[in-house]
């Protein structure tokens, strides 16, 4: 397997999205007037104004510009309660198990935990290209948490939801949780960027409960972001009945696909995380037979080389927070699938600068 990413890469400017350019705003402050077209605002201001408007591309990329200058600039309460409020209605349609059909030609770009990261995230745009319909993403849940730049990744990972509904997927992970947000950073970030609005944590572990828990890539390939569960017999029939619209119980199957990580010996057995299970490659074995999967591709574990393949090759691990929380000297990685022959290639990558900021480890 080929280990580090020989593609060649490119750098575009953030602004610029396939010979489309977002006008950059002057103006260094964020009173910016609401007008008729949010395009004008952005215009006007370096702060883009979404409004009652659509979210555009422009919208998205100025957004993006934004937060990349890393002065902890911020969009609106209402326009983070209106992107909220546009996702969730995106995600209560959604299945449980979501089915992503890939076309002979067509590729998918699958990315781990991304915990706050922001500055990786974009480094992985810029590597890989930006989400658009023709190059469709799946972010295999732990987008916040931990990383001290959690609200500008999951703002950005929504906005390319509610630009590419059907191109564009993001599973929970066991960080789409408000006890957990309340323990690991998300919800102290959000109150200190967002002071006045102590609502809006809320919000957003609303949107969590609905994120899907699984996506099965042309009917062969299960990604879910933590792994099996310690019951006998799961299926995907099982998955696709899971209930949503709630956070993790204390156990069961929803809470073993969050939490649960494989385990080189036999069987099933208690995880030292409290949650989930630790499942042995006869588990795995016996969920790939009956369900008719090639490979389960999961999360939730640093992994020094940014990936790892355990389980006799059935299961593929991808973390894509590289020197996670400024510390563990990791590298981070994505896989890329194509439709023509679904063999999973990881790309490996190294953590860039991002602006000072302590990442939340408790
Ligand atoms: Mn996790």
Known sequence: METTDSETTSYPSPLTVEGESVERGTSPNCDSQMTDSGLESIAENDCPVLGGNEVTQEFVFAMIDMFREGKNRMLSESDVVSILNRGLTIFKNEPTLVNVELGETEKLTICGDIHGQFFDLLNIFEMNNYPKAHNPYLFNGDIVDRGAFSVECVLTLLCFKILHPDKFFI??????????????????????KYPDSPLLIKKFSNLFNWLPLA????????????????????????????????????MGEMTDLLWSDPKP????????????????????????????IELIIRSHELQMDGFSKTHNGRILTVFSAPNYCDMHGNAGAYVTLNGSNLKPRPHVFYEVDHPEATPYIS
């Open 265 to 292: 010996d036999a069987g099933v057995s208690p995880s030292p995380r409290g949650s989930g299970v630790l499942f042995g490659p006869d588990v795995t074995e016996d969920f790939c037979r009956r369900n008719g």
């Open 215 to 250: 996506h099965l890539i042309n009917g062969k390939i299960l990604v879910v972001h933590g792994g099996l569960t310690g019951k006998k017999g799961l299926t995907l029939e099982r998955i696709r009945k899971i209930r949503r619209g709630r956070p993790p119980p204390a």
């Open 171 to 192: 599973a929970r992970g066991n960080h789409e949780c408000d006890e957990v947000n309340e323990l690991y950073g998300f919800s102290e970030e959000l109150r200190n």
